[in-house]
C-alpha cells in the first residue's frame, strides 16, 4: 500500500479535468496549464496506480473501467477539500478584490449586465464583473472548473450536477417595423406563419425554441435570415418585412432604440424561463452566495 504523503494530491485535479473533458488538451485549457505538464501529471497517474486509466479512441481518450470506476470517488473527494478550504472564509464586497465571471448570452447581458454593474461598482468597488459566452453542452465543465462563477439561461437538460434556480418568467413577443404593411389589424398565426423571419442563434443550422414549439402543433415558419445579435436583428426587421420572435422585456429594451412595434405571439406560446445556474461546491461560500444575490436583485431592478 502506498502512503498518501507519497502521492501528489495535484495529480487528482487532473485526472478529474481531463475524465470531465476527454482529453489532454482541453484539460490544459480548463487548469490554466501546459499540454506537456498535463501529459506529465497523467503519465505519473498512470505509474501510481499501474493501469492505462485513458486510451486514446480517435480524438478522445476514453477512460478505462478502473477510471470509470473511481472519477466519481475522485470527483467527490476535490469537493469536500475545497468545502473545508472554503469553509468559514469571509467575503467582504467592500473591500476584497475579486473577479467574478457570469455566463450569459447576447440579449441577457444588455438586460442584466447595465443594473448589475451598477449596483456592484456602488457597493463593491473593488470586484471586476466579466461576462462570457458559454456554450450550453460546455456549462457544466465550466462551472466545475471555476472558469466561470455562474451562469443564466434556458433550461439545460445537460447540466444535471449543477445546482440551478428558476429566477424569472418573460411572455414571448413578436417585433416588427412600425410601418408594415400586413400588421395593420394586428397580427394572427396565419400571418406569423407566412411572413419571413429573422432567428437569433449562434448555430448554423437547426431549429429556434419557438421553431420547436410550433412543429409540435405541426406548424412552421419561414426563416431567412440568421443573426448572431439581437441588435443586428432589431435593425434588420427595422428595414424590412420580416418579423423577429424575442422575449418581452428584450423587446421593450430594443424599442427605445429602434423604430419597431410590438405583438403579442398569435399562439400558445410558453413564457420563456431562465435559470441560475452554479456549481455545487460553490452553495455554501459567501463570494458564491453573495454574487447569486447581487444576479437576483439586478433582475428584479
Not at 156 to 174: H, K, S
Not at 253 to 274: N, S, V, W
Request: hydrophobic share 45%.
Amino acid at each position: 500500500m502506498m502512503h498518501l504523503s507519497r502521492i501528489d494530491l495535484n495529480l487528482f485535479v487532473v485526472f478529474d479535468a481531463i475524465y470531465a473533458e476527454g482529453g489532454v488538451t482541453r484539460a490544459a485549457e480548463r487548469l490554466n496549464l501546459t499540454q506537456p505538464a498535463v501529459s506529465h501529471a497523467l503519465a505519473r497517474l498512470r505509474e501510481t496506480f499501474g493501469d492505462p486509466l485513458f486510451e486514446r479512441q480517435g480524438r478522445v481518450l476514453v477512460p478505462s473501467p478502473l477510471a470509470r470506476n473511481i472519477a466519481g470517488r475522485v470527483r467527490q473527494t476535490l469537493q469536500a477539500m475545497e468545502g473545508l478550504v472554503n469553509e468559514g472564509r469571509a467575503f467582504d464586497p467592500v473591500a476584497a478584490p475579486r473577479r467574478f465571471v457570469i455566463g450569459m448570452r447576447d440579449m441577457l447581458e444588455s438586460v442584466l449586465l447595465p443594473p448589475l454593474a451598477a449596483q456592484v461598482a456602488q457597493e463593491a468597488p473593488a470586484v471586476e464583473l466579466t461576462s462570457a459566452l458559454v456554450l450550453r453542452r460546455r456549462m457544466e465543465a465550466e462551472l466545475a472548473a471555476g472558469t466561470i462563477d455562474a451562469a443564466l439561461d434556458v433550461f439545460v437538460p445537460q447540466a444535471g450536477a449543477a445546482r440551478r434556480q428558476l429566477i424569472a418568467r418573460d411572455e414571448i413577443v413578436v417585433a416588427a417595423r412600425r410601418d408594415h404593411p400586413d400588421l395593420r389589424g394586428g397580427l394572427d398565426l396565419a400571418t406569423y406563419l407566412r411572413l419571413p423571419h429573422v432567428l437569433v442563434t449562434s448555430r448554423r443550422h437547426g431549429m429556434g425554441m419557438e421553431d420547436i414549439e410550433l412543429r409540435r402543433a405541426n406548424q412552421k415558419r419561414r426563416i431567412r435570415v440568421r443573426s448572431q445579435h439581437y441588435f443586428a436583428a432589431c435593425r434588420i426587421v427595422e428595414r424590412s418585412d420580416m418579423l423577429l420572435t424575442l422575449t418581452a422585456r428584450s423587446a421593450r429594451l430594443l424599442a427605445r432604440q429602434a423604430g419597431i412595434q410590438l405583438h403579442p405571439f398569435p399562439g400558445g406560446m410558453p413564457p420563456f424561463e431562465l435559470y441560475l445556474y452554479w456549481d455545487p461546491r460553490l452553495e455554501e461560500d459567501p463570494a458564491g452566495r453573495w454574487l447569486r444575490d447581487q444576479i437576483l436583485r439586478a433582475l428584479a431592478a
